[in-house]
């Protein structure tokens, strides 16, 4: 029963967030921005976490100023993840703007969206991710360009950190550990491979419950780094916290 209930009330949920969106993009036409909007779509990710059954553990503080965040990436659902304990504007590979009605969704509620392996769309984004910043927006960005099996940290590309220096905002590593309930590294949960979105989310929906961890560690200011400094130190910094074997109760 588990997997048609989840399917069910998931499904009904993506029809609520269609509604709220023409609501108050169409109907109220608030910007993505708009504390009311931001709320909003933090809660509908927030439960979309809790119907598809992501239980989350936050170890460490998110900044309480505006920063750039970089994590590891493991699966599309650290987005709603993410999102539930932070506030950030993602930046996602451009073919999930083309998803059916949850790549409009996530165009209608700020993300940026990046062309993978061009120059000026890269180039593009980190105008874009500037501005944000400049503007006392947090952002986040996924520096390895992929999602990997969540057992190791491949190469953090730098190139979009150069956002956080010409903006002059501090850099946030945030690690991501997904487990079972014993806290063992969860095999079946990241979306990787020949997979399509919709065999990973049935693969999700049929578990009992998956552990998101969380990791937030110290912000630094990029005065004294360079991108490829920053990027390889947060780089190295959420590979030792995924490397622990066993999550922290």
């Not at 029963?1 to 169409?26: D, E, K, N, Q, S």
């Not at 036409?29 to 992501?54: A, E, F, M, N």
């Not at 005065?223 to 109760?249: F, M, P, V």
Request: aromatic share 8%; proline share 5%; with cysteine.
């Amino acid at each position: 029963m588990r997997l048609p209930l989840r399917l069910f009330f998931l499904t009904l949920h993506v029809f609520l967030g269609l509604f709220l969106t023409l609501l108050l993009a169409g109907l109220f036409r608030l910007d993505s921005q708009h504390p009311y909007y931001k709320r909003t779509t933090r809660w509908w990710l927030s439960q979309v976490c809790t119907i598809i059954g992501i239980k989350i553990r936050v170890h460490g503080e998110i900044a309480d100023t505006p920063v750039m965040l970089v994590a590891n990436h493991i699966s599309w659902a650290d987005i709603p993840v993410l999102a539930s304990h932070s506030n950030p504007r993602f930046l996602s590979k451009s073919e999930v703007r083309k998803w059916p009605v949850i790549g409009w969704l996530a165009d209608k509620s700020g993300t940026l969206f990046i062309q993978r392996g061009g120059t000026g769309s890269a180039n593009n984004a980190i105008s874009q991710l500037t501005q944000c910043l400049e503007q006392q927006q947090t952002v986040l960005v996924f520096p390895e360009g992929t999602t990997t099996n969540g057992k190791d940290v491949r190469k953090f590309h730098p190139r979009l950190l150069k956002a956080a220096i010409e903006s002059q905002t501090p850099v946030q590593a945030v690690a991501l550990r997904y487990t079972n309930i014993e806290g063992e590294h969860d095999e079946d949960f990241p979306f990787i491979g020949e997979q399509t979105l919709a065999d990973n989310l049935l693969i999700i929906l049929k578990k009992k419950c998956t552990i998101a961890n969380i990791h937030f560690t110290p912000s630094i200011h990029p005065t004294l780094y360079t991108r490829d400094k920053l990027a390889k130190n947060a780089q190295e910094t959420i590979k030792k916290l995924i490397s622990i074997k066993k999550t922290e109760a």
